[in-house]
T-cell receptor
Framework: TQLLEQSPQFLSIQEGENLTVYCNSS?????LQWYRQEPGEGPVLLVT?????EVKKLKRLTFQFGDARKDSSLHITAAQPGDTGLYLC?????????????FGTGTRLQVTL | NAGVMQNPRHLVRRRGQEARLRCSPM?????VYWYRQLPEEGLKFMVY????????ESGMPKERFSAEFPKEGPSILRIQQVVRGDSAAYFC???????????FGSGTRLTVV
């Protein structure tokens, strides 16, 4: 079983539409990160949320951390073709010897003209 | 200030050959992480290294795979006797400490023919 389940898995929308993608878990986290990965590139950090209920905005992107710190959502307003990519949520997990970043299953977004 | 540098960007190997993937972390970063990404999937943790030490290799296959981060020079992920199932994108990330702040490279795309 995956620690972080993301939905939907794939999303194809037209320019100008709004969308929301979700990252869910049964575990509680001290913080959660969102990354975007464009084709042929590595993931790039978009935001880190740390407080239950926290909302952060990055231009047309709105990130929310669930009150119980088990889930998060990413809402994009008026999507543009440049938003196309793989959206990944991730958490730092402490495994005793070290902390390491664990990624969700990803949502692949395609925005067409 | 160069980011995380990975080379080569693309690597083609025949079954049974060895693949060597290199990663130079960001300046000032002493923590290196390797991830593997299969087509249409998220990133899976492989190994976490600090200079001259392997801290966590729980995600790395026990056979044929090895990693090092010598005192001088880049981190190396080595895959011996490659098989078709090793075809994937391999990403390296570095961080200044253990509390996140990961920066990813652009990856090495390994194709085994």
């Amino acid at each position: 079983t995956q620690l972080l389940e993301q939905s939907p898995q794939f999303l194809s929308i037209q320019e100008g539409e709004n969308l929301t993608v979700y990252c869910n878990s049964s575990s509680v986290f001290s913080s959660l990160q969102w990354y975007r990965q464009e084709p042929g590139e590595g993931p790039v950090l978009l935001v880190t949320v740390v407080t239950g209920g926290e909302v952060k905005k990055l231009k047309r992107l709105t990130f929310q951390f669930g009150d119980a710190r088990k889930d998060s959502s990413l809402h994009i307003t008026a999507a543009q073709p440049g938003d196309t990519g793989l959206y990944l949520c991730a958490v730092l997990r402490n495994t005793g010897t070290a902390s390491k970043l664990t990624f969700g299953t990803g949502t692949r977004l395609q925005v067409t003209l | 200030n160069a980011g995380v540098m990975q080379n080569p960007r693309h690597l083609v190997r025949r079954r049974g050959q060895e693949a060597r993937l290199r990663c130079s972390p960001m300046k000032g970063h002493s923590h290196v992480y390797w991830y593997r990404q299969l087509p249409e999937e998220g990133l899976k943790f492989m190994v976490y290294l600090q200079k001259e030490n392997i801290i966590d290799e729980s995600g790395m296959p026990k056979e044929r795979f090895s990693a090092e981060f010598p005192k001088e020079g880049p981190s190396i992920l080595r895959i011996q006797q490659v098989v078709r199932g090793d075809s994937a994108a391999y990403f390296c990330a570095s961080s200044p400490g253990t509390n996140g702040g990961y920066t990813f490279g652009s990856g090495t795309r390994l194709t085994v023919v």
